[in-house]
Nanobody, 124 residues
Framework: QVQLVESGGGSVQAGGSLRLSCAAS????????MGWFRQNPGKERVGVAV????????YYAGSVKGRFTISQDNAKNTLYLQMNNLKPEDTAMYYC?????????????????WGQGTQVTVSS
């Protein structure tokens, strides 16, 4: 049974930092690419950062490039998202996902497994 469990969300002021973690279990970690998506109520889920678990190929949404860093520890089956210089517009529910990354930008439909989400709130 595939499980993705996120942690690390919270409330910070603009300019602050947070680090999200996603612990994956129930499958061979390198079988899927891993990504972070975010969503606000009434809006679509958008890819923020994605990484190919077999190497260092990454994708970042333009709005987070230079501020967010996606990384992974394959030995621990864990995905991370370091978020620096946070802005109020980064406020969203953040989801970890595992799937087959096939294009730019990454599509929600290509990611088969999802975590329950962790809330990030950035105040001005």
């Amino acid at each position: 049974q595939v499980q993705l469990v996120e942690s690390g969300g919270g409330s910070v002021q603009a300019g602050g930092s947070l680090r999200l973690s996603c612990a994956a279990s129930g499958y061979t970690y390198s079988s899927y690419s891993m990504g972070w998506f975010r969503q606000n109520p009434g809006k679509e889920r958008v890819g923020v950062a994605v990484i190919y678990t077999g190497g260092d190929v990454t994708y970042y949404a333009g709005s987070v490039k230079g501020r967010f860093t996606i990384s992974q520890d394959n030995a621990k089956n864990t995905l991370y998202l370091q978020m620096n210089n946070l802005k109020p517009e980064d406020t969203a529910m953040y989801y970890c996902a595992a799937g087959v990354w096939v294009g730019y930008p990454p599509r929600e439909a290509d990611f088969r497994y999802w975590g329950q989400g962790t809330q990030v709130t950035v105040s001005s």
